[in-house]
């Protein structure tokens, strides 16, 4: 596999990052989450399929939602945070999943 093993403390490393930042006096976050990372080109052309890989995809959506459970305590415990959390995960995989209505004919993005 491309990918040895995901790095299961990523999300508390994201949190703490965030909360020093916070005790720095930080109150405004904006944040776009991990994307369809199985998708990339990288990934695709050294699948011999050429498809998604998608245990890289289901990463990617846990980190995501994730980050939005650490967004959500952190602004409980930090009342004058404010966030916005832009869903990269799912963008993409409308744009994918759809991609005739975005002018995409051919299947090519699979």
């Not at 790095?7 to 006096?25: A, D, V």
């Not at 930080?26 to 050429?50: D, H, M, T, W």
């Not at 998604?52 to 846990?62: D, F, G, M, V």
Request: charged share 20%.
């Amino acid at each position: 596999m491309i990918v040895t093993i995901w790095n299961i403390s990523q999300p508390q490393s994201y949190q703490y990052h965030l909360t020093n930042l916070l005790n720095l006096g930080a109150r405004k976050f904006g944040i776009v989450s991990v994307s369809l990372i199985g998708c990339i080109p990288r990934y695709r052309v050294e699948n011999q399929s050429g498809e998604c890989i998608e245990e890289l995809n289901i990463y990617a959506q846990k980190f995501s939602m994730e980050l939005e459970g650490i967004m959500k305590k952190l602004s409980t415990e930090f009342k004058e945070m404010k966030y916005s959390l832009g869903n990269s995960y799912a963008a993409t995989s409308d744009i994918i999943g759809n991609h005739v209505a975005y002018g995409e004919p051919n299947q090519s993005l699979r």
